[in-house]
């Protein structure tokens, strides 16, 4: 795109989305790292400016969420995307900006599904040309937001929700979907069998 063209297109974003967040919608539900999934009813927000965002920024900071605004957190197939020692930030990051009794919905690979799966089907991975299943373990990388730095099963996942205050950890199915999307929550390529843990908590409150 022609660079003049580009900041003209940023700079229209960047009004649309001003006013969107002078009427954001009560309660606040927010869809962290939608990627191009619009979530009907929910805040959409990705660091990428992309079709399905209505406002652009880190969710390792949320700088444009006032503390304890925030009625429910869906985040998948994100928290992967962060290093080992930023995980437990983001975490409490996301505990301050929820109101007390807030939700937060997580979706993340499951390295015990993946291990399971991989053993399984080990001679699929021996055949030359097949990779070791690179993209599922180390991301897309598509952009520079699209790699894996850390690594999760629902034990892991579980103890470091706690760490960061929330209560009531528990899994929760692939299907029916929550809230009819159709995200990286219900991958199962190419075995057929579901990779990902879900899992929903809350912060401790009303
Ligand atoms: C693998 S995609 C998942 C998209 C969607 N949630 C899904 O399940 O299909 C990860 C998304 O997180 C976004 N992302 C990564 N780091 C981010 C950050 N620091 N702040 C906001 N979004 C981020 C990426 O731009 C990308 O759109």
């Given at each position: 795109m022609h660079p003049l063209r580009k900041l003209f297109h940023r700079l229209a974003a960047a009004r649309r989305e001003r006013r969107y967040r002078d009427s954001l919608p009560s309660p606040l539900r927010l869809h962290l790292g939608c990627g191009h999934i619009h979530a009907e009813d929910f805040c959409n927000v990705d660091v990428l400016l992309t079709p399905a965002a209505d406002v652009v920024d880190d969710i390792a900071v949320l700088r444009k969420f006032r503390n304890g605004s925030v009625a429910e957190i869906y985040a998948c197939h994100?928290?992967?995307?962060?290093?080992h020692d930023q995980v437990p930030l983001i975490l409490r990051r996301w505990h301050e900006v929820l109101a007390p009794g807030g939700l937060l919905r997580i979706s993340v690979p499951d390295m015990d599904r993946i291990v399971r799966i991989y053993t399984e089907n080990f001679a699929h991975f021996?055949?030359?040309?097949?990779?070791?299943?690179i993209g599922l373990i180390w991301?897309?990388?598509?952009?520079?937001?699209?790699?894996?730095k850390t690594g999760f099963n629902p034990c892991w996942l579980r103890h470091l929700l706690t760490q960061a205050g929330f209560v009531d950890c528990e899994e929760y199915p692939h299907e029916p979907h929550f809230a009819g999307l159709v995200d990286g929550s219900l991958a199962h390529e190419p075995f057929g069998q579901f990779l990902s843990v879900n899992m929903l908590c809350r912060k401790l409150g009303a």
């Open positions: 994100v928290l992967e995307h962060f290093g021996q055949v030359p040309g097949h990779t070791p299943w991301g897309g990388q598509t952009t520079p937001y699209d790699y894996h």
